[in-house]
C-alpha cells in the first residue's frame, strides 16, 4: 500500500470512533453543538419520529419498515437557518418560505442525509421547501 502525500503542514486526523449517544457529564450547549451549523443556503432539518405500530394496532413494524419511512419521509422539521438561505430577493421576492421550528414538506428523499446519536437529520437547500404545515400528524406518503 502506498503512503499519501499530504501537503506540508497537513495531517490526517486521527481515525474517528463513533459514539452511540452524547457524553452523559456534557451541558446542554455542548451536547447541541453536535449538530451541524448549515452553511450558504442549506437548511437543517430533522426527521420527526416513526410510529413503531400500524395505525389503530398494537402490532409492532419490523425495524427495515421503520427505516424505510424514516428514509422516505417528504415532512422534515426545521432546526437551523444558514446565513444565505433565502437572501436571494430575486428568487424569493415575498421573503423566506420557513423558519427554524416550522415543520415543512420536501419531495420524497430530498437533502442530504446524516445520523447523529441514531437520529435522522437532514441537509437541504433552501428552495427545496414545497409547503409549511401546522400539524403534520396526517401527513402521510403516497
Avoid at 490526517?12 to 455542548?30: F, G, M, N, R
Avoid at 420527526?48 to 405500530?53: I, L, N, Y
Avoid at 395505525?55 to 422516505?72: F, Q, T, V, Y
Wanted: net charge negative.
Amino acid at each position: 500500500m502506498s503512503e499519501i502525500i499530504l501537503p506540508p503542514g497537513i495531517s490526517l486526523p486521527k481515525t474517528i470512533e463513533l459514539a452511540a449517544k452524547p457524553d452523559d457529564a456534557a451541558d446542554s450547549e455542548t451536547k447541541a453543538s453536535s449538530l451541524p451549523v448549515p452553511s450558504g443556503y442549506k437548511l437543517l432539518c430533522i426527521v420527526p419520529d416513526v410510529r413503531e405500530t400500524f395505525d389503530n394496532s398494537e402490532i409492532l413494524k419490523a425495524e427495515s419498515m421503520m427505516r424505510g419511512e424514516e428514509h422516505g419521509t417528504a415532512v422534515l422539521a426545521v432546526l437551523r437557518v444558514g446565513p444565505d438561505a433565502y437572501k436571494d430577493t430575486a428568487k424569493f421576492p415575498s421573503g423566506p418560505w420557513c423558519k427554524a421550528g416550522d415543520f415543512v414538506l420536501v419531495r420524497t428523499y430530498s437533502g442530504t442525509r446524516v445520523k447523529i446519536y441514531g437520529k435522522e437529520f437532514r441537509l437541504i437547500n433552501d428552495d427545496q421547501v414545497e409547503a409549511v404545515v401546522d400539524d403534520p400528524r396526517g401527513i402521510s406518503r403516497v
